[in-house]
């Protein structure tokens, strides 16, 4: 895999505060990549610096081998798709996507062809007359991706794409930037606070936290295998418990006692070494709920709890069941419910129980 | 509330105002426009009866270089004044909070001191013996003997230095609502500073350099005070000859007549502007 876009452990700060401290990150051509993280995590100012509207105190950026650091925002192959899309209310759709055509000083039959073939792409030929007020959300949205991409950008920047739109469009134009993605090829950065955005969007994910970068990974590495428990909680839900190593076994299990679950967990995670005091995560799907013990044998962690609350999201149930000092989040897919079996109500005593390998260390404590 | 009533509630709130309006300024403008068409009595007063003679009176061709010299300066004043209240106002609304607030009071405090010892301020300085003619000989910047009074130069300079803050103020209202992230977006395009400040701030602001335009052209047509002080006396500006007509030779039909063309000169031109910023709002919905 080629490095395309190279940050090279950039630093960054406003005043005592660090936005961005040591950043390294290297995204490959035509990947579709996402800075993940909650406000004020450092995201938005790394994309501003690729942009060229901040410059960097410390570090790289570099597109292509060629190192950009120092050049001003209209000179880098670089084009930005604003979050509140910042078109120009002046001009008219097609003059819009023209505009960068038009600083290039490209010859006008350059211009016309690149933005018929641009108001194509994102569908919008019928409304190339039209003001940017007289446009919807979506649309506005779409004049924006095609006012960047017209320039042949070398990466494309889309900072918050979804967030000014209403939930329906969100998920429409989740397929559309995918769809986009493909046709042109060319390397996408988003920017994003939301974990949904970024997993259906992206082939791989920064997930940023007081401007650094935590885990870059696949959607479903992060998902899965969850380096920190600030990734763990930040993409998708979690139960976290602080135990104790007892044993380590043979083929990489390890028994680790976690207060009130009563018997000592099975984990599959090797790298942990005994009386080591650790934090493990499960996430609230991999948790089975039955109303008896389930007998599938040794290799179950199984425990005791009471329900304590219910919400019902109609592909599936979720469950908040108290064990000792515990409340834990359990899901119970709607379609995995068998037979015979009913509802546990409130106040109902359940066995709740996941296999050891879904079961993750996501942080490690000084030995005890 | 019911269309019908709030549009009338609006027309009660702006009744005052309203009112203000025809008693103190189209009510004289209309009597102006009737004087013009009244004989002149001897005691420089109105006579009985109604005339024609003023209007053929007032199209003596020795009008026409000070109505050209009245609109050339104004105008120059206009896009003199654009040009420096321009990037003023861009910084004025790029500024801090702070900082908003000393530019705006360093703008607004000229008007603290009185309009006729600005002027007599202006004449003081650019005196032969004044300090900026002498300071400006001591560098060899001028000749020894240079004047820097009585040019229509002068009158320019004058005009520009009253009229700024009209410029800077409607500016810098519109500058305050432009959204500078639109800049941005601009040089994210390829846009240099310059031409992102051109195509995309200019154009943002064009309401504010209407009515600025607007103000300055029409308050720089009526002026006589300045080209009389600061100014020759091949400097004079219309405003000069109507005040000549009133106070020397008391012939108020005239006077009538003289205000009431420059009247028409601007407003029909206004007239226009509105009208074409109605076409062109209705042609954006």
């Not at chain 1, 095609?146 to 134009?173: I, S, Y």
């Not at chain 1, 996408?188 to 650094?212: C, P, W």
Request: charged content about 20%; hydrophobic content about 45%.
């Amino acid at each position: 895999m080629e490095d395309f876009l190279v940050i090279d452990h950039v630093s960054k700060s406003f005043g005592a505060q660090r936005a961005v401290d040591d950043v390294a990150l290297t995204v490959a051509q035509g990947e579709s990549f996402s800075l993940l993280g909650p406000s004020g995590c450092g995201k938005t100012t790394l994309l501003r610096m690729i942009a060229g509207f901040e410059q960097p105190d410390r570090g790289r950026i570099l597109v292509g081998g060629r190192d950009i650091t120092s050049l001003p925002p209209e000179q880098r192959p670089v084009n930005t798709v604003f979050q509140n899309y910042a078109l120009f209310p002046h001009l008219s759709v097609w003059e819009n996507i023209a505009f960068g055509l038009r600083m290039s000083r490209r010859p006008r039959e350059e211009i016309r062809s690149g933005v018929e073939r641009m108001l194509e792409l994102v569908r919008l030929s019928e409304h190339a007359r039209k003001r940017p007020a007289q446009l919807s959300g979506g649309q506005r949205q779409r004049v924006a991706i095609a006012r960047a991409l017209v320039n042949r950008p070398q990466v494309l920047l889309l900072d918050e794409p979804l967030a000014a739109l209403d939930l329906k469009l969100r998920q429409h134009m989740l397929m559309e930037l995918n769809t986009i993605h493909e046709q042109v090829g060319t390397t996408f950065i988003y920017v994003t606070h939301d974990q949904g955005e970024a997993m259906s969007l992206s082939d791989r994910i920064a997930v940023m936290n007081a401007g650094k970068v935590e885990q870059v990974d696949s959607p479903e590495n992060l998902y899965e295998t969850p380096r920190s428990s600030f990734v763990a909680s930040f993409i998708g839900d979690a139960n976290f418990f602080s135990g104790v190593v007892v044993e380590v076994q043979h083929e990489g299990y390890v028994r680790v006692l976690v207060e009130g679950l009563g018997s000592p967990l099975v984990l599959s995670n090797g790298a942990v070494s005994a009386n080591q005091t650790l934090r493990l995560m499960v996430r609230p799907e991999k948790i089975s709920l039955t109303l008896t013990r389930p007998s599938s044998g040794e290799r179950v962690n199984a425990f005791r709890g009471v329900v304590e609350g219910m919400a019902y999201f109609g592909s599936h149930t979720r469950y908040r069941i108290r064990a000792g000092e515990h409340s834990i989040q359990a899901q119970l897919q709607r379609s995995r419910f068998s037979g015979g079996e009913i509802d546990p109500a409130r106040g109902a005593e359940v066995w709740m129980s996941f296999h050891p390998d879904e079961g993750r260390v996501v942080r490690l404590e000084a030995a005890a | 509330m019911s269309l019908e009533s709030r549009s009338a509630r609006q027309w009660l709130i702006s009744l005052p105002s309203l009112s203000w309006l025809a008693v103190f300024f189209v009510i004289p403008a209309i009597l102006v426009i009737i004087t013009a068409f009244r004989p002149a009595d001897l005691q420089g007063g109105v006579g009985p009866g109604w005339t024609l003679a003023t209007l053929r009176e007032v199209q003596d061709p020795a009008y026409l270089p000070i109505l050209w010299r009245t609109l050339w300066l104004s105008g120059a004043t206009t896009v003199v004044c654009l040009a420096l209240a321009l990037p003023v106002a861009f910084q004025m609304a790029r500024a801090g909070q702070r900082m908003r607030q000393v530019l705006l009071l360093l703008v607004v405090i000229p008007f603290l001191s009185n309009f006729l010892i600005r002027i007599f301020a202006w004449k003081s300085l650019l005196h032969p013996e004044g300090p900026l003619t002498k300071l400006l000989i001591g560098l060899h910047l001028i000749p020894e003997n240079a004047v820097l009074l009585n040019h229509v130069g002068t009158v320019l300079l004058v005009l520009v230095y009253t009229q700024l803050p009209f410029a800077i103020l409607p500016l810098y209202a519109a500058a305050e609502k432009f959204d500078f992230g639109l800049l941005d977006a601009a040089r994210d395009l390829g846009a240099g500073p310059w031409r992102a400040f051109s195509k995309v701030f200019v154009p943002g602001v064009r309401r504010g350099i209407v009515s600025a335009a607007v103000m300055v052209f029409v308050c720089c047509l009526g002026q006589y005070v300045i080209p009389q002080l600061v100014g020759g006396t091949s400097d004079e500006m219309l405003g000069n000859k109507i005040a000549q007509r009133v106070f020397s030779d008391r012939n108020l039909p005239h006077a009538s007549a003289l205000a009431g063309g420059l009247m028409l000169a601007v407003l029909v031109p206004m007239l226009v502007i509105v009208l074409w910023q109605q076409i062109g709002r209705k042609e954006a919905e």
